[in-house]
């Protein structure tokens, strides 16, 4: 049967933002006063229904808090059940990476917003620089993670041309280890992007390929100090910097923050990862000379 598109849908629909999260809550009024009273977010809807249909639906309440800009966080308390075990939140690594993340302006409304949550006893879990972003982390009384973060620079089209290479990088990768040779570490994705940037063959030096933003400038500002290191332009928005003959560097020394510096060879390398702990970076050539 063929189907007509009707003349009221758009071709190339977009999005406007987020309108809500949701998550259930086996915690009614402790979930209430943690984003009411002590968060300050107004509860602007609740819904009330007899299950959904099928018998083995609980009835429940769907109840939303107004997080800004049109955004809104809601919950399903389901009446009568209990929590089960595999929805319970652990502090697994990968548990947090399921977490909800509100948008602030600024450092300063960051820092209101940290004093805010410690004013009204909420234990701060950290605050963390990521590359772009920096963010406050806590708990809602579920266990739920919950961030709050401002963005340092917009992000430009060189970011978005370095997503793209990223992730067709991890792609191909996932694919190859899908026919038995194993996606294992971040290091093949990047080495794979260094050998699609490298615009020479010679491997008798280390490369590091840097993006051209203020997060990762401290490796290229040290470039100036180091004999025999050269930093050059590339294509892609990309600062490549060749060792003499391999590179090492010291995260003190450079002022990275940890969570920035183990992202610091993203942009792709040539050679082979001798060190990579959270103090060193020592790289050395493919074929020593």
Do not use: C
Not at 222 to 228: K, N, Q
Not at 269 to 287: A, R
């Amino acid at each position: 049967m063929n189907q007509t598109v009707s003349p009221h849908v758009q071709n190339n629909p977009v999005l406007r933002g987020v309108h809500h999260t949701a998550r259930p809550t086996w915690k009614l009024e402790e979930t209430v006063h943690f984003y009411r009273d002590l968060l300050g977010l107004p509860l602007v809807h609740a819904i009330s229904a007899r299950g959904w249909g099928p018998a083995d639906h609980a009835d429940f309440l769907h109840f939303f808090f107004d997080s800004g800009n049109g955004s809104t966080i809601a919950f399903f308390y389901y009446i009568g059940t209990e929590r089960p075990e595999k929805l319970t939140p652990t502090d697994h690594y990968q548990d947090r990476a399921t977490h909800t993340a509100w948008l602030v302006s600024n450092q300063e409304e960051l820092a209101a917003w940290r004093s805010h949550v410690e004013g009204a006893g909420i234990p701060l879990r950290y605050q963390v620089r990521h590359e772009v972003i920096e963010s406050i982390y806590f708990n809602d009384p579920n266990g739920y993670p919950i961030e709050i973060t401002y963005q340092t620079r917009p992000f430009d089209d060189k970011d978005t041309g370095d997503a793209a290479r990223t992730i067709q990088a991890a792609v191909d990768m996932e694919r190859q280890s899908a026919q038995g040779k194993p996606f294992k570490s971040i290091d093949s994705v990047w080495k794979s992007k260094g050998s699609r940037l490298n615009d020479t063959s010679a491997n008798d030096v280390a490369s590091v390929f840097v993006l051209d933003v203020p997060e990762f400038r401290p490796l290229v500002d040290a470039v100036e100090t180091r004999e025999g290191y050269r930093s050059t332009h590339v294509t892609g928005g990309y600062i490549r910097i060749d060792g003499n003959p391999g590179i090492a560097f010291t995260r003190k020394d450079l002022g990275f923050k940890p969570a920035v510096w183990y992202g610091a060879l993203t942009g792709g390398l040539v050679g082979d990862i001798k060190q990579f702990d959270t103090d060193s970076l020592i790289i050395s050539p493919l074929v020593q000379s």
